[in-house]
């Protein structure tokens, strides 16, 4: 599975960002596909995570009620819908896939087999 993820860039506090994270190379019908970020200095951070089959979804406690993941079957991709950003939110930010992840460990950064490269979105106050 190759994983391309789009849609950083530099916004105000309080602006929403969409970022798009398109998967070729596999069907994901058996995935769970994942947002991770990482800032500087810190650890890679959990974001969201989505069943693709079943549309479950999950969320980190710092996003949640601000950020949204959604996936379009047809056009093999997964979105991250950010809304009121706060520059805390400033980071690199990863899709991730796996075949095979547990509903106790999608948060974890090491049952995701796939990632792709980061894209940027910075929050200024």
């Known amino acids: 599975v190759q994983l391309q993820a789009s849609g950083g860039g530099l916004v105000q506090s309080g602006a929403s960002l969409r970022l798009s994270c398109a998967a070729s190379g596999r069907t994901l019908s058996m995935y769970t596909m994942a947002w991770f970020r990482q800032a500087p200095g810190t650890e890679r951070e959990f974001v969201a995570a989505i069943r693709w089959s079943s549309g479950s979804t999950y969320y980190g406690d710092s996003v949640k009620g601000r950020f949204t993941i959604s996936r379009d079957n047809a056009k093999n991709t997964v979105y991250l819908q950010m809304n009121s950003l706060e520059p805390e939110d400033t980071a690199v930010y990863y899709c991730?896939?796996?075949?095979?992840?547990?509903?106790?460990?999608?948060?974890?950064?090491?049952?995701?087999?796939?990632w792709g490269r980061g894209t940027q979105v910075t929050v200024s106050s």
């Open positions: 991730a896939a796996s075949v095979s992840v547990g509903s106790w460990e999608v948060r974890g950064a090491d049952p995701y087999t796939y």
